[in-house]
């Protein structure tokens, strides 16, 4: 099984709908992660969590919430969808700190029209 | 502030050539350096780090990655390449005593042809 999964793996949806990205772990870390990636410009981070109590913007949280509902589940919700919100999406996890490696769940693919 | 520059955004190469994929980076504080891989359809997953020590890494599948830091590089590089090579690399850096966010550059697409 694997250790980061996200739901759903595809989506299209209209401009204007409320959206949500679910992403679950076992592998028992602390922190979680979002972020886009879009053709050419790499992976930006979106939001990040350190514990259930501890969420964080990151370079391009606007347009989007979050939600840590527990040390293994991380939500990813926007709002109100618009088109340039149409992205691929990586959920990751991992230990503390800056040394430790990220583990990346297989992405969902927002498509928004 | 820091940030990651690939020189390339995508590499042609034929199949059992050798490859290199450049990445240079810039902070102001000590740093670790990752390579990532992601294959057609999936999740990153981590090809090698360096954290301290000896500049010359091994990771899976035959990668390696020198630190330089000198010249801010961490280039990534394999003696013969095969088709399943064929993916999108990303080399990220977080910094020393940070909270550990990663920053990733644009990533290279290599295409291995036969």
């Known amino acids: 099984d694997a250790d980061v999964t996200q739901t759903p793996r595809n989506r299209i949806t209209k401009t204007g709908k409320r959206i949500m990205l679910e992403c679950s772990q076992t592998k028992g870390h602390d922190r979680m992660y979002w972020y886009r990636q879009d053709p050419g410009l790499g992976l930006r981070l979106i939001y990040y969590s350190f514990d259930v109590k501890d969420i964080n913007k990151g370079e391009i949280s606007d347009g989007y919430s979050v939600s840590r509902q527990a040390q293994a589940k991380f939500s990813l919700s926007l709002e109100s969808a618009i088109p340039n919100q149409t992205a691929l999406y990586f959920c990751?996890?991992?230990?503390?700190?800056?040394?430790?490696?990220?583990?990346f769940g297989p992405g969902t693919r927002l498509t928004v029209l | 502030a820091q940030s990651v520059t690939q020189l390339d955004s995508q590499v042609p190469v034929f199949e059992e050539a050798p490859v290199e994929l450049r990445c240079n980076y810039s902070s102001s504080v000590s740093v670790y350096l990752f390579w990532y891989v992601q294959y057609p359809n999936q999740g990153l997953q981590l090809l090698l780090k360096?954290?301290?020590?000896?500049?010359l890494v091994k990771g899976i599948n035959g990668f390696e990655a020198e630190f330089n830091k000198s010249q801010t590089s961490f280039h990534l590089r394999k003696p013969s390449v095969h088709i399943s090579d064929t993916a999108e690399y990303f080399c990220a850096v977080s910094t020393v005593g940070s909270q550990g966010n990663l920053i990733f550059g644009k990533g290279t697409k290599l295409s291995v042809k036969p």
């Open positions: 360096y954290l301290s020590g000896s500049t």
């Open positions: 990751a996890t991992s230990e503390g700190g800056g040394r430790n490696e990220q583990f």
